[in-house]
């Protein structure tokens, strides 16, 4: 373990030396660190006496801290560029071919380049924050609490880990850097909106939320970095000298991939399918206790944002339930097709977010349904009210169907974006992510699909007879 | 000390080596010809465990390429295509960096970068960044690199290109030195004199196959057919034909001399100047007809061109 490091330091050390030598990396980094702390300094003193005309110091109060945030995030995104360029570059200049043929193993490789990228913009990050720090003690003898400045530290460290993991990965991804650059959008502006969130709190003063952005990021660079570790290696490095883009094959490989061996259909449902099933056994675990949380998330909610129980009658609810159908046009055909599609647009959507966030986005979005149900039951007992009943006359009929189906469409959603962070041995990165596309769409096709229809057919026709019955006596 | 069986690659639909089986024994020098793309580069970075066989098998110094690639990193000394210098680091530092990658300690490193810089001229170069130096002292360096470790076998890509001729000559007397000390050498080179010069086996390849492997000589005898020797006599044949012995072939003739051809030089040739003499043709000189492997390459290659031909037909 020790070695290991020691080999993946030397590379380290190397490499920032290098970055320390290039004047016109160096330069733009050190000004922009001094100037841009300095110009915040002037902005927080000018908000401060622009403010104290109105008597209104809380806006300085938060502005403050706000713009040590920025300080810090600032130097990060300049100095992203050394991490994009890390592997990529070399490549470009030709000298990676000499560090591949060293002993070192691949995460070392890896492991030495990803520090040496972090250097500089986190070095870059802490002398921002201690000029702008000086400044505002000198000019009007602010000081933050420290766990203030503890927080804006760690959150600070975490986004540079994040970004530049991200960037690494990019780098050791891609053939060219001008490819590097421009994938780096989806880097950059995903942070930006994290920025604003982070904005919010800071301006909202709900200091306490930012230990939760701090952990969700950590988490997400851990992905990161694992993912960079598992799909970084000699053969791809210096086999692959053009990102083309193969459509054809593409397809091939995922129609491959979905049809298997079988040669019908029935075929593929006796021994594909369960072999997908068997496949995805861990995500589905992991799917299933996320929809327990999420029924348990939603009950505690219902504690804290309870709603007024008069609006929770049996016969209001009935009242509004029929109300509803009447609006969707149950009991018809077209209503099953719009339930049906509902549900097919609720998790592609899901699959969108969980294939950016590796699959985390995919399965928290279909978890809420689950909150809800949690919510509601938890707020009709609240009410005086049996949550059974609510539930076998509303959840359960269609349910039934739609719960598992729900469970399966999380599980191909988090597998697909896992994927990314789990090593396929002999395959690319696009490969992998290809094949667990095709396990999706066999679980899509096969299962998910066929059990929404079946849960729309039932919550369209059967359900509302059931809830009429059960909430009308 | 290098053997490949069935050695292949093959990056998605492209062949780029197929079925190479070489096997180079302690101490020898092969050189791989070939023209560009043939495949020479993804051989060696097959042998430096960089690239893994699509098929097949290597072992590099007893280790197995793809089973204990750590170890053949370790014993092998490449010197790539592209230099893959850091220009703006110093030369001695550049060395010492590789050697702490290598696993030496740093008395070890001082020593060997001293003695490399020194023997390839760059001595006085050791504190100047990369950036400044010329093409043929990049290559020097380079070389100066994939000898750090000392290792046991070395893959040297185009070694002497973009040198100047006394450059040249100082890297191929210092692989010349190399074999000397037991060394396995892989050299791919375009530059076939200097191929005849160092190689001790040479293996031409072409579409990613070897189509002619031997030693110089024998790629001769094979190629061109038996070997040519001419005779300079000390008088006129004044267009007389002298009877030779059975198995000799005369092949052409002038005032005061003539060629022949055998396949059994060791038997046949003390035969001939017996016969001549006894013809009372006094002999001057008997010497080999030079043949090039410039004509031994043509000849592989030209006929591996027809076969291949000859199969699409």
């Known amino acids: ?473 | 000390m290098i053997c490949t069986e069935d050695l292949s690659k093959k990056f998605d639909e492209f062949q780029a080596v197929d079925a190479v089986s070489l096997d180079i024994p302690d101490g020898r020098v092969l050189a791989l010809l070939g023209p560009n793309g043939a495949g020479k580069t993804t051989t060696v970075r097959m042998l430096s465990s960089i690239l893994i066989p699509s098929r097949g098998r290597a072992w590099v110094a007893g280790f197995d390429t793809v089973i204990q690639a750590a170890q053949v990193r370790a014993c092998v000394g490449v010197l790539t295509e592209n230099h893959g210098l850091y220009n703006r680091m110093p030369a001695g530092e550049y060395l010492n960096f590789f050697g702490q990658l290598y696993g030496l300690d740093a008395q070890q490193r001082q020593a060997q970068a001293n003695k490399l810089l020194e023997h390839f001229g760059l001595a006085p170069n050791v504190r100047q960044p990369i950036g400044e130096f010329s093409k043929g002292m990049r290559q020097k360096l380079a070389l100066a690199r994939a000898l750090l470790h000392n290792p046991p076998v070395l893959l040297l890509d185009e070694p002497t290109s973009a040198m100047d001729p006394e450059s040249a000559r100082l890297v191929r007397d210092a692989i010349r030195t190399l074999r000397s000390e037991e060394r396995t050498i892989v050299i791919c080179t375009h530059n076939l004199a200097e191929a005849e010069e160092l190689a001790d086996q040479i293996a031409i390849i072409r579409q990613g196959r070897i189509i002619a492997n031997g030693s110089p000589q024998e790629l001769k005898m094979r190629m061109l057919g038996a070997a040519e020797y001419e005779i300079r006599l000390a008088v006129h044949l004044n267009g007389a034909r002298p009877s030779l012995p059975e198995g000799v072939r005369l092949t052409a003739s002038g005032s005061d001399w003539l060629r022949f051809q055998t396949g059994n030089p060791l038997n046949s040739n003390p035969l001939v100047l017996k016969y001549l003499v006894e013809q009372g043709l006094p002999i001057v000189s008997l010497q080999e007809v030079p043949r090039s492997l410039e004509q031994v390459y043509l000849q592989a290659i030209s006929a591996a061109e027809m076969e291949q031909g000859a199969r699409v037909r």
């Open chain 1, 1 to 473: 373990m020790f070695d290991n490091l020691r080999l993946a330091w030397v590379i380290t050390r190397r490499e920032v030396r290098d970055t320390f030598r290039d004047w016109r990396i160096i330069f733009p980094i050190i000004v922009l660190t001094l100037v841009f702390p300095a110009l915040m300094n002037f902005t927080a003193r000018q908000a401060i006496n622009f403010v104290e005309q109105y008597n209104a110091p809380l806006i300085a109060e938060r502005m403050i801290p706000f713009l040590l945030m920025i300080v810090g995030f600032f130097p990060i995104s300049v100095s992203l560029v050394i991490a994009l360029e890390s592997f990529v570059g070399e490549k470009e200049r030709r000298s990676i071919e000499p560090l591949l043929c060293s002993p070192l193993s691949d995460s070392q490789i890896y492991l030495g380049k990803l520090l040496a990228a972090m250097i500089p913009p986190l070095a870059a990050s802490y002398m921002g924050i201690c000029v702008y720090l000086i400044g505002l003690y000198l000019q009007v003898g602010w000081t933050p609490k420290p766990i203030l400045l503890v927080q804006i530290i760690t959150l600070t460290t975490v986004q540079a880990i994040l970004m530049v993991s991200g960037a690494v990965v990019v780098s050791s991804q891609t053939t060219s850097v001008r490819a590097a650059n421009l994938l780096a959008s989806f880097i950059i502006i995903p942070m930006a909106f994290l920025i604003q969130g982070e904005s919010i709190i800071m301006f909202w003063a709900r200091y306490n939320i930012l230990w939760w952005a701090i952990l969700g990021q950590a988490l997400i660079a851990g992905l990161l970095i694992r993912t960079g570790l598992a799909y970084f290696n000699r053969e791809e490095m210096l086999g692959r000298e053009l990102d083309v883009l193969n459509f054809r094959w593409a397809g091939k490989r995922v129609v491959q991939s979905f049809q298997g061996q079988a040669l019908s259909i029935l075929d593929w449902y006796r021994t594909e399918l369960p072999v997908t099933l068997l496949q995805l056994k861990l995500p589905i675990a992991v799917s299933a206790i996320g929809l327990v949380v999420g029924v348990t998330a939603g009950t505690s909610l219902a504690k804290e944002f309870p709603i007024p129980a008069e609006l929770l009658s049996f016969s209001l609810l009935k009242q509004g339930f029929v109300e509803g159908l009447e609006m969707i046009k149950f009991y018809s055909p077209a209503g099953v097709g719009v339930v049906w599609f509902h549900n097919l647009r609720a998790v592609l959507i899901a699959t969108l977010l969980g294939t950016f966030s590796f699959g985390v986005l995919g399965l928290l979005t279909l978890m809420l349904p689950m909150v809800i149900i949690g919510y509601i039951s938890a707020n009709i007992a609240l009410a005086g009210n049996s949550p059974l009943l609510f539930l076998a006359a509303l959840v359960l009929p269609h349910g039934i169907f739609e719960i598992p189906a729900i469970l399966l469409a999380s599980a191909s959603i988090l597998n697909l974006g896992a994927t990314l962070t789990a090593p396929a041995h002999g395959k690319t990165i696009g490969e992998a992510w290809l094949i667990s596309l095709a396990k999706w769409a066999r679980m899509m096709v096969g299962l998910v699909l066929p059990l929404f229809l079946l849960a729309a057919l039932v919550e369209v026709f059967i359900t509302p007879l059931v809830a009429v019955r059960l909430l009308g006596r």
